[in-house]
T-cell receptor, first 113, second 113 residues
């Protein structure tokens, strides 16, 4: 596709459930980022992939959060045992290389009830 | 850790005015700085990317400047239009890690017809 695609656009889940959020980056982009944005705040870094490997996962808040990018393209952010505090907009971005222009998807709004 | 501040937090101007949005950062060791626009409930749209070696970038009615040594960037919007109403975010990418953007909390702009 022409841009970064994220699915689903909205996700409502019950506390304690498992969720997966998908990101399809721009074709050919080797760098992929996940960010989380709470209302009225700027995005906060979660994890960065260069190719298939997680080069920096220092932003993941705890071990309930995990992300993969097995073929160096599509990435999935996985959240186990969701908590109400996980409610936020999860944004994905990609860039050709780590210091080139980054393009963001439309985000997935996660609501944990 | 890099801290990014955007002033003002909110701005309301009549249509046709020229305006300046400010972004400051604490660590001048950066690869680049990127300005984004975010419409309510949407993802981030890239506006301009300035590399650390550049002083400014222009796109249409937008002009972004960078003074790396003083840790400042400005986004100048000429002849503002109601369609410019959005939140504007700046993000810096440190050169010591280069793995993530650090975002400000944004400036919410309203252009009154």
């Amino acid at each position: 596709g022409a841009g970064v695609s994220q699915t689903p656009s909205n996700k409502v889940t019950e506390k304690g459930k498992y969720v997966e959020l998908r990101c399809d980056p721009i074709s050919g982009h080797t760098a992929l980022y996940w960010y989380r944005q709470s209302l009225g705040q700027g995005p906060e870094f979660l994890i960065y992939f260069q190719g298939t490997g997680a080069a920096d996962d220092s932003g993941l808040p705890n071990d309930r959060f995990f992300a993969v990018r097995p073929e160096g393209s599509v990435s999935t952010l996985k959240i186990q045992r969701t908590e109400r505090g996980d409610s936020a907009v999860y944004l994905c971005a990609s860039s050709f290389w780590r210091d080139t222009e980054a393009f963001f998807g439309q985000g997935t709004r996660l609501t944990v009830v | 850790k890099q801290e990014v501040t955007q002033i003002p937090a909110a701005l309301s101007v009549p249509e046709g005015e020229n305006l300046v949005l400010n972004c400051s950062f604490t660590d001048s060791a950066i690869y680049n700085l990127q300005w984004f626009r975010q419409d309510p409930g949407k993802g981030l749209t890239s506006l301009l990317l300035i590399q650390s070696s550049q002083r400014e970038q222009t796109s249409g009615r937008l002009n972004a400047s960078l003074d790396k040594s003083s840790g400042r960037s400005t986004l100048y919007i000429a002849a503002s239009q109601p369609g410019d109403s959005a939140t504007y975010l700046c993000a810096v990418r440190p050169s010591n890690t280069g793995n993530q953007f650090y975002f400000g909390t944004g400036t919410s702009l309203t252009v009154i017809p």
